[in-house]
């Protein structure tokens, strides 16, 4: 038998003196209320009331079962009240993990303007370009960059990331200006490590996948910003977010080439485990960052 109901069914008895009122205030038989008192009797080998035909009294045995049960029923009274409040008001402590150029970029303000909204909610931010394991590493949620390959995790769709080719002025002066992905220099080519080059129908894509294959290139590195710096000293090209080269390009430091060869965009996501029974301070955080950046981000205004 349900070792909660069990005590709640002895606990009325004890606080009304009769099964029969102890059945009506929980809504049961007195039949089955008498049930679960002999059940908890025979689990604990002892007997807990004296019964008489006008009324039952404690033992002494009951004096000291009623202490345990009624702390361990008000116990879990508190519990569920607790997690009801969890569930229903926004606090706590989100772990969040971001890719390290954006969250640089473009995120060190959205904590703050979160927090005005909801003070409750306390934010530990990770920056990481590894793809973390959002469950076996504890995190609430994760944002990631790219074309999403299916899994258990939810994922909601934040902002539209565009590739962009670009090298600076002063690198096309003395090379040339490209007019296909062909007329491109493998040994200019300013790798980023991470990029995701499946197969792909777009033909600016497959020649930088060749490039990767074949290991071609004047420098490859971890991190698009340093990428970045080496395009505008002149080193080469690099195929970059906008999120990262956007306000190099407002300012005239880098350009865009083959601007009707650029990839489809990809998508910044918010990646999380589970979609039913969604914590509040999760669920407010992914609406508010849902409507941070827009369907037209700021980074791309060059």
């Avoid at 009951?62 to 519990?79: F, N, P, R, Y």
């Avoid at 220099?185 to 497959?206: C, G, K, Q, V, W």
Wanted: with cysteine; charged share 20%.
């Amino acid at each position: 038998m349900d070792r909660i109901e069990t005590m709640k069914a002895f606990v009325a008895v004890a606080e009304q003196g009769s099964f029969t009122k102890a059945a009506d205030k929980l809504r049961l038989s007195s039949q089955l209320v008498s049930k679960y008192v002999s059940h908890l009797e025979q689990g604990l080998n002892v007997r807990l009331f004296n019964r008489t035909t006008r009324r039952v009294h404690l033992t002494e045995a009951g004096e000291q079962c009623l202490k345990h049960a009624t702390q361990i029923l008000e116990s879990l009274t508190d519990m569920e009240e607790h997690f009801g409040q969890i569930q229903t008001q926004p606090k706590g402590r989100l772990h969040i993990s971001a890719p390290v150029s954006f969250a640089t970029l473009h995120l060190a303000s959205l904590p703050r303007d979160f927090r005005k909204h909801y003070p409750d909610i306390s934010i530990n931010l990770e920056l990481s370009d590894r793809k973390v394991d959002v469950v076996e590493d504890g995190f609430d949620v994760a944002l990631r960059i790219g074309h999403l390959q299916s899994s258990s995790l939810i994922a909601r769709n934040i902002a539209p990331i565009r590739l962009v080719l670009c090298a600076a002025p002063d690198y096309l002066k003395q090379h040339g200006t490209p007019m296909a992905p062909s007329e491109l220099n493998p040994a200019h080519y300013l790798r980023y490590s991470y990029m995701d080059f499946s197969p792909s129908t777009n033909e600016l894509i497959n020649t930088l996948r060749t490039y990767a294959q074949q290991n071609q290139g004047a420098m490859i590195a971890n991190n698009g910003e340093v990428l970045m710096q080496a395009a505008i000293a002149g080193e080469g090209y690099i195929l970059q977010p906008s999120f990262i080269v956007g306000a190099a390009l407002k300012q005239g430091h880098l350009q865009t080439l083959l601007d009707s060869f650029t990839p489809d965009p990809l998508s910044l996501y918010a990646v999380y485990p589970h979609r039913k029974l969604l914590a509040p301070k999760l669920r407010v955080f992914i609406d508010f960052l849902s409507a941070y950046y827009g369907e037209s981000p700021y980074w791309d205004e060059y």
